[in-house]
Each structure stands twice: as structure tokens, then as C-alpha cells.
């Protein structure tokens, strides 16, 4: 059946390996390890009383999930408007369920992400809503994001969380949760968002069979923090903003060397004027003959 989602597990202290959770719309969940790239085991309850309810780990088909390394658990979103979250073990038999993120709406939760930086689980749903829940599953705050959500993904340098709603890429800052960007462009639902930390930027991929790529949102503190801390990039700025007041007509200007040019004809003239303005004026004496 179509695999709808991975999880990586990358902690060997804990679990002597690295491993690679994959799910989808059977409802099953298998355990590889990426060392040997096999598959190592497969999901199964022991109090299942028939086979298939075994195998299976949600009533409904599985759209998401993530992996939270401080938890050590991973939650998996599902079409029964569940999200089940289960503590990991590479042993199938013993991945116990822990609790249920669960709204009181009528709902699908699409996609479940773990917000490593506030230690959160944030869920998105079909209605155009985000969730966000504590380590423990305590309901926490709903966000309107206004569309329905497909994938949620974090930027961890501005502290924002990536929200695909629709065919648009909306980032919300972790503070308040408002909206502090709108990325629009896509034709079709995204299906997915990943941030380049190395190029500050986002990309997305939709079903509109195109990539885009998005310049990341920056706070404005953050622009004149870094402009404050070099003094060159500034110095340069407010010297040519007094080149620029310098020239009348800039847009004659044709090169820089011009500019510079009248700059420093401009100082001249305005040096030369104000030495003649300092020197006396010569009185006019009139003579008449008798």
C-alpha cells in the first residue's frame, strides 16, 4: 500500500543503531535499520486478539509522522482524527502507546510534527487548524491558519514554524504565533517543506509538479542588529546616501565614477564660497568733480 510517511531515529547510545520508521494507508508500521539496510521488525500489539488488529497500529490510514529525540517516542497522525503517540523500540512488540492527541472536533489531523526548540507536539488539520501540545499531550493553543494543512516543518535560526496550507507557504513565528510571511506561487496543495539553514531559504514541493524555492522571513531587529554590528557596512551606506543628496538630476548619472565626480566638485564649490564669504566686502567711494 502507498507509504505516506518516514520517521529517522538516530540514537545509537539508546538503541544501538540508527533506524528508519515508515507507514502509510495499511495502517502498518516497519522498522528498518540503516546500517545494514534491512528491514529489522514490524509493529505488532500482543493483546490484539486477531491477527489483523495485530499489525495494525490506528483505526484509520496513516498521513504523517515524527520522531521526538527528547521524548525518545514517535507520533503518528491518523484519518481517524487521532494522532497516537508510542514510546520507540526497535523491537515492534514493545512500542507502547502512551497517550492520544485528540480534538473534540470533527476533523482529519494531516500532519504531526515534533517543535524540538519549545518541546512541543504541533498538529495540522483538515479544517485549517494548528495544535500545539505539551510534552505530556495537554492541549495547549489552536491556531486559524486558514487552509487546510499538509505539512509542517521548522526553522530553527528565526525560530519559526513553515505551515503548507493549500498552495501556500505561511511562517509563523514561535513567540505569538502570528502570521509573519505569506509565500504564494503554488497552483496545487504542497506536499512538502524543507529549510536550507547554509542559504537561509525554503522549499517547497507541491502537487502542482513544481519545486520553488522561498527566501527565508527575517525580523527587522535581527537586520539592524546586524547592521549595527558592522560599522564599515554602515560607514559606506550614509557616505553614498551623501553622494546621492549631492547629485540634482541622478538619473543623468551614468556611472559611479560620475557620481563621485560631482560629490567632490559639489564640496569644492560649497568650500570655495564660504572662503570669498568670509572676506570683507570693498566699499565704493564716489568721487564728483567740483
Known amino acids: 500500500s502507498l507509504v505516506t510517511s518516514l520517521a529517522v531515529v538516530d540514537d545509537v547510545n539508546s538503541f544501538g543503531g540508527v533506524f528508519l520508521l515508515s507507514s502509510g494507508w495499511d ?18 500489539n500482543p493483546k490484539a486478539d486477531h491477527v489483523d488488529e495485530a499489525q495494525t497500529a490506528s483505526i484509520g490510514y496513516i498521513h504523517d509522522m515524527d520522531y521526538s529525540p527528547h521524548l525518545k517516542y514517535f507520533a503518528y497522525a491518523s484519518s481517524d482524527m487521532c494522532v497516537y503517540v ?29 517543535n524540538f526548540i519549545m518541546n512541543q507536539w504541533v498538529t495540522g488539520m483538515e479544517n485549517g ?80 509538479h513544481t519545486m520553488r524555492i522561498w527566501n527565508a522571513w527575517s525580523p527587522e531587529p535581527f537586520r539592524k542588529k546586524v547592521a549595527d554590528v558592522d560599522p564599515k557596512i554602515k560607514f559606506s551606506e550614509d557616505l553614498w546616501e551623501q553622494i546621492r543628496n549631492c547629485v540634482k538630476n541622478s538619473i543623468e ?7 563621485v565626480d560631482k560629490y567632490f566638485q559639489k564640496q569644492y564649490e560649497q568650500k570655495h564660497l564660504s572662503i570669498h564669504d568670509d572676506l570683507p566686502r570693498a566699499r565704493q567711494v564716489s568721487f564728483s568733480n567740483p
Not at 103 to 112: G, H, L
Not at 253 to 259: G, H, Q, R
Request: glycine share 4%; aromatic share 12%; net charge negative.
Open 27 to 44: 495502517r502498518r508500521i516497519f522498522i528498518w535499520d540503516l546500517t545494514y539496510f534491512i528491514l529489522f521488525s514490524q509493529y505488532t
Open 86 to 114: 508510542r514510546k520507540f523500540s526497535p523491537k515492534g512488540s514493545e512500542m507502547d502507546l502512551m497517550y492520544i492527541l485528540q480534538a473534540k472536533i470533527d476533523s482529519e489531523v494531516t500532519c504531526i510534527k515534533w
Open 129 to 208: 487548524e494548528i495544535r500545539i501540545w505539551e510534552p505530556d499531550g495537554e492541549f495547549k493553543q489552536a491556531i486559524n491558519v486558514r487552509g487546510s494543512v499538509h505539512k509542517i516543518a521548522i526553522d530553527d535560526v528565526q525560530k519559526a514554524l513553515l505551515i503548507g496550507t493549500q498552495d501556500t507557504l505561511k511562517v509563523f513565528d514561535m513567540e505569538e504565533y502570528t502570521c509573519v510571511q505569506t509565500n504564494e506561487g503554488h497552483t496545487d496543495v504542497i506536499r512538502d517543506i524543507l529549510f536550507i539553514p547554509e542559504r537561509n531559504q525554503y522549499i517547497t514541493v507541491s502537487l502542482d
Open 253 to 259: 548619472v551614468e556611472d559611479a565614477n560620475s557620481i
